[in-house]
């Protein structure tokens, strides 16, 4: 298995912008999750679904983002429109519920956004 | 706040020396979780140690979990230069529920 895909891995864009990060969970993994990280507040979670279902979004900054999970294989996060604070590593991570529920997360390479 | 907290923040050492990472956590958890990052890149899982388990073994790893002081340390024993990177711990409350990471201890191996 490749593993948790993210795309694009870098992004640069201008403020106002709006910005797409997507994200290929493991095959057969029924929970998804949204990462952010800066210096400032380390790895904050930003909003997690259970088979495609959003389950907490309590994390989500404000109303200029939104995250979709339409199937099992792929999610998305939107930022529109993007201000320089968004600037961040974004990171997706996908697990599958063992017998015992123990979960460890796997996580995608990452997403480096800037927003000038 | 966040659920975990590292200590310390960072650590240097020599090649060869063991290395231990403390982090404490303020309520009751399922499990407990240590992850790795190298710079640049995403968290590797490393090892999960459970509520009800006390120590935890895993190569060059040894996880132990203390619930009524509400803390772990993750030791690495031997290290290697190619063990520098971040580690966090991560708390979760219950089956399935989301992991809540620590802020991280930066770890720095000299060869």
């Known amino acids: 298995d490749a593993g948790v895909i993210q795309s694009p891995r870098h992004e640069v864009t201008e403020m106002g912008q709006e910005v797409t990060l997507r994200c290929k969970p493991i095959s057969g993994h029924n929970s998804l999750f949204w990462y952010r990280q800066t210096m400032m507040r380390g790895l904050e979670l930003l909003i997690y679904?259970?088979?495609?279902?959003?389950?907490?979004d309590s994390g989500m900054p404000e109303d200029r983002f939104s995250a979709k999970m339409p199937n099992a294989s792929f999610s998305t996060l939107k930022i529109q429109p993007s201000e320089p604070r968004d600037s961040a590593v974004y990171f997706c991570?996908?697990?599958?519920?063992?017998?015992?529920?123990?979960?460890?997360?796997?996580f995608g390479p990452g997403t480096r956004l800037t927003v000038l | 706040s966040q659920q975990g907290e590292e200590d310390p923040q960072a650590l240097s050492i020599q090649e060869g020396e063991n290395a231990t990472m403390n982090c404490s956590y303020k309520t009751s958890i399922n499990n407990l979780q240590w992850y790795r990052q190298n710079s640049g890149r995403g968290l590797v899982h490393l090892i999960l140690?459970?509520?009800?388990?006390r120590e935890k073994h895993s190569g060059r790893l040894r996880v132990t979990l203390d619930t009524s002081k509400k803390s772990s340390s993750l030791l690495i024993t031997a290290s290697r230069a190619a063990d520098t990177a971040s580690y966090f711990c991560a708390t979760q409350r219950a089956s399935g529920s989301r992991l809540t990471f620590g802020e991280g201890t930066q770890l720095t191996v000299n060869p």
């Open positions: 679904f259970n088979n495609n279902v959003p389950i907490d």
């Open positions: 991570a996908s697990s599958f519920p063992g017998y015992h529920s123990y979960n460890e997360q796997f």
């Open positions: 140690i459970r509520s009800n388990e």
